[in-house]
């Protein structure tokens, strides 16, 4: 019964979203604006699939990169920033040509002032809503396990955490300078 009332509600919801909708994803690169030096860049390769439950699902493959500066850092989809200045300089706007897969966000980490801002820029799956909120940094608690492994060369530590209902694995090494990592995550 309460999965039958989340469902109705978050369906109402978005139908109140997709009404609000403009249907234009242009985003004016001479409003950008340098709020920090990146000093460390990080590429990702994210595979991810849309429904867990099925096994014959399609998986999606995006490449993510994080920017870490002094005081902020930037975790965003190349694939979707890539699609976006393409389309700028094509005069599209077309959403259909977006690459399928790709994940159309910003994550922005405020370090003075513990906050990130977020983007989630219209997934078809979220009916092509767009996004824009704020939130306290989360605080992870990490427990550092005794596995150890070697990826590209740096000799790494496995942590574990739990973050928003679900359990989380990653591998750090003490060779790069950073307490920062993809998505939310850091610590």
Not at 8 to 14: D, E, Q, R, W, Y
Not at 77 to 100: H, P, V
Not at 128 to 148: C, G, H, Q, R, V
Not at 158 to 178: H, L, M, V
Request: some cysteine.
């Amino acid at each position: 019964m309460k999965r039958l009332i989340l469902n109705l509600t978050l369906f109402l919801f978005m139908g109140n979203v997709f009404a609000q909708y403009t249907g234009s994803i242009h985003i004016p690169v001479d409003k950008f604006q340098v709020l920090d030096s990146a000093t460390l860049k990080f590429t990702y390769r994210f595979t991810f699939v849309r429904d867990s439950l099925n096994p014959g699902t399609i998986k999606y493959v995006d490449l993510q990169t994080l920017l870490i500066g002094k005081n902020i850092s930037k975790y965003y989809s190349q694939n979707f920033e890539d699609y976006c200045l393409s389309a700028m300089k094509d005069g599209k706007d077309d959403f259909k040509l977006f690459t399928e897969g790709s994940c159309g966000f910003e994550i922005f980490k405020n370090y003075p002032v513990k906050e990130m801002t977020v983007t989630d820029l219209g997934h078809k799956f979220l009916m092509s809503a767009d996004f824009l909120y704020k939130e306290d940094l989360p605080t992870m608690n990490w427990t550092i396990n005794n596995d150890t492994s070697t990826v590209l060369s740096y000799s790494c530590q496995k942590a574990t955490t739990a973050f928003r209902g679900r359990n989380y694995e990653a591998w750090f090494t003490t060779e790069i300078p950073s307490n920062n990592g993809p998505w939310k995550f850091g610590g």
